[in-house]
């Protein structure tokens, strides 16, 4: 008798933005005149700049001559885009990798998701809550939901981090033990960041207790204080326990073309079950070649076509149209009296929601009263509620428009 995989059953249903769709769905039925604005799902709304479309143009040129056609592909990556992301987005910052060290893929989600896939479940997992679903999924996919008992080989186990306005969203270090920590800053959905000072607290725990920390850079890109760290490996001491996963998603209107990368050093180590130390960077490599091959010739170079000179300058000022889109949801916020977080250095403005109401109520409130879409703060997590995310993908008439309107939200 064929079984099924429980581990599938115990996941909470997907219920965030399938409900907020539904809501959406039977608003817009019952009031068909409605302008609806959406500052809800954090997707690109800008097209693709010209320095991409022409790199890709030209990789399709590549893929019909015969001269320069292309079949499959280093499953690793192309060395072209390798290099260039080395050279442009850790030389500049002082860090040093070999090419052996960074995986190209075709997505964050599927990198920060499988990435657990190598690392034992018998290990505890520390996530921050509010939190990117996917961490959570994923380890309660792979059997992480039982208490841990090492000598039993008892499965591990996933324990919440509480951020919230009095943490800064950054969380305190675990008060028990936990063996793999997953950070993400600039952070979604609360917009925080975390300082070099913050990161080097986490890197110095994850080395006395032989954790590893899986830290989620998808947003690095949209840091405009230049005391920020971009990067895990900014702080002295990460290559040796921590993985960092990158994505051209939101930095440069991936979202539909997919192309991202994780960086694992050789000098990470994880421990078989007899204390042994072992590399991981082998293991991945390893896992990544089986299951994986290759993210397409056209995205890849059109990755690479991020670092030119002219791309460059391109994906800048698509992200200044996100960011004075930011800075407008801020500023007219503020003025109404909100409570406002994030929104400086990463495209998430997280808000207390007014009045002591839920962040579901506020949600209703907004779309039934001035017809715009956010997203409920107690969807990423239990410590999200009575706070809600407004994202800063937009087109700027809209987030105006938008910002006109919560002027008129009656409370
Ligand atoms: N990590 C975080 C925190 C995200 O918010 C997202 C996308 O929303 C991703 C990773 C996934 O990005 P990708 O499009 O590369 O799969």
């Known amino acids: 008798m064929i079984q099924v995989n429980e581990n599938f059953l115990k996941l909470q249903a997907g219920y965030l933005f399938p409900e907020i769709g539904r809501r959406v769905r039977a608003f817009a039925a019952a009031n068909p005149n409605a302008k609806i604005i959406r500052l809800g799902i954090g997707d690109v709304t800008e097209p693709l700049p010209p320095a991409i479309i022409q790199a890709m143009h030209k990789a399709v040129d590549d893929m019909a001559s015969g001269e320069t056609f292309k079949g499959y592909g280093p499953e690793q990556g192309y060395d072209f885009l390798i290099n260039a992301i080395i050279e442009n987005d850790y030389k500049s910052r002082g860090v040093s990798l070999d090419t052996d060290e960074v995986f190209v893929s075709d997505g964050s989600k599927c990198d920060t998701g499988n990435f657990q896939e190598i690392l034992g479940v018998a290990n ?37 981090m509480p951020c919230n306005a009095d943490n800064n969203f950054v969380p305190a270090l675990p008060s028990e033990p936990v063996d793999i920590i997953y950070l993400c800053y600039p952070n979604n959905p609360t917009g925080a960041v975390a300082t070099k000072a913050e990161l080097a607290k986490w890197v110095a725990w994850a080395k006395a207790n032989k954790a590893i920390i899986l830290f989620d850079a998808a947003y690095e890109s949209f840091i405009s204080d230049p005391a920020i760290p971009h990067s895990i490996y900014e702080i002295d001491g990460a290559k040796d326990v921590a993985v960092e996963f990158r994505s051209y998603s939101k930095t440069a209107g991936f979202t539909g073309l997919r ?11 994880a421990y078989t079950s007899s204390g042994k130390e072992v590399a991981i960077n082998p293991i991945w490599s390893r896992r990544h070649t089986t299951k994986f091959n290759g993210a397409s010739y056209i995205s890849q170079a059109a990755a690479a076509a991020v670092y030119s000179p002219q791309g460059k300058k391109e994906v800048r000022q698509i992200i200044d149209i996100y960011m004075n889109n930011a800075a407008v949801i801020r500023k007219s916020l503020s003025a109404l009296g909100y409570s406002v977080y994030g929104g400086v250095n990463a495209p998430y403005i997280w808000l207390k929601t007014p009045g002591g109401l839920t962040s579901w109520q506020f949600f209703d409130k907004l779309l039934g009263e001035i017809n715009v879409v956010g997203t409920p703060g107690s969807g990423f997590g239990p410590s999200g509620e009575g706070y809600f995310r407004l994202s800063a993908f937009g087109k700027p008439e809209n987030v105006i428009e938008a910002m006109e309107r919560f002027k008129k939200l009656k409370f």
């Not at 192309?259 to 180590?269: D, E, G, R």
């Open 124 to 160: 505890r997992i520390a996530v921050t809550d509010p939190v990117y679903p996917v961490y959570v999924d994923t380890n309660v996919m792979a059997g992480r939901t039982g208490e841990y008992d090492q000598a039993k080989s008892q499965y591990g186990k996933i324990v919440y």
């Open 259 to 269: 192309c991202a990368f994780t960086v694992v050093p050789k000098t990470v180590k």
